[in-house]
């Protein structure tokens, strides 16, 4: 019997050293990763989020993960009412499953206009 496996991209507190790592033990880390040029990214407070129809590219890591894993992130994440898990394209081809604002209607939020969430100082 295969394990069906997904690959997630995660681009804030679930990225290595971050608070909600813990999360993605035992998944396989692929290496870091920027999507393509097609987001916007904001500061949520403890937490970032971004959200289609921008021009900025997010930086992130991918991680491979059974269904298990899966399920413990979608529920991090809020999936399917605060966070959307969908396809996004990354640069250099490919893609991934990332975790994606429904919106940001009703937050106070600030754009990081970088795209990285490590580097919004």
């Known amino acids: 019997m295969s394990v069906l496996m997904t690959t997630v991209f995660v681009y804030g507190t679930l990225m290595n ?6 999360v993605l033990a035992g998944a396989e880390h692929l290496g870091t990763a920027r999507t393509v040029a097609r987001f916007k990214m904001f ?6 989020g971004i959200i289609t129809g921008g021009r900025v590219s997010i930086s992130g890591e991918l991680y491979r993960v059974d269904a298990a894993t899966l399920a413990k992130v979608d529920r991090l994440e809020g999936h399917p009412d605060i966070y959307r898990r969908t396809p996004i394209e990354l640069e250099g081809g490919g893609s991934a499953e990332a975790y994606v604002l429904r919106t940001t209607e009703g937050r106070r939020v600030t754009e990081i206009a970088s795209g990285n969430w490590r580097a919004r100082g």
């Open 17 to 22: 050293g971050e608070r909600n790592h813990r």
């Open 43 to 48: 500061d949520l407070g403890s937490y970032p």
